[in-house]
């Protein structure tokens, strides 16, 4: 008898613990899919910001690039001679670096 009543307390036992885990389960997972979705917004956060960030980083680009364009037709008009050297002598090298 002794051993069924043993057996009957262990099996008690197991089954608070089996119910002890189950409600820390749950416990987790509710905080977990509360953290999820405040996750989720600071992604969405810092998405957004960085996605801010390359269309600036964009728009600079494209300035510098039409500014630096405007820089050299501005060059080109003021020495014509001079771009038309370096012109022909990069057109030269290329051509005999093509030929080898």
Known sequence: MDLIN???????????????????????????????GDSADLLSEEF?????????LSEQGKQMGKDSLE??????????GKNLFYAFVSGLALALLIRK
């Open 71 to 80: 820089n050299l037709y501005e060059c080109t008009r003021r020495n014509p």
């Open 6 to 36: 043993q057996d009957n307390v262990n099996t008690k036992k197991i089954k608070d613990n089996a119910e002890d885990i189950r409600k820390d389960i749950r416990s987790l997972m509710t905080k977990l899919k509360g953290l999820g």
């Open 48 to 56: 957004s910001h960085l996605t801010d960030n390359l269309k600036n």
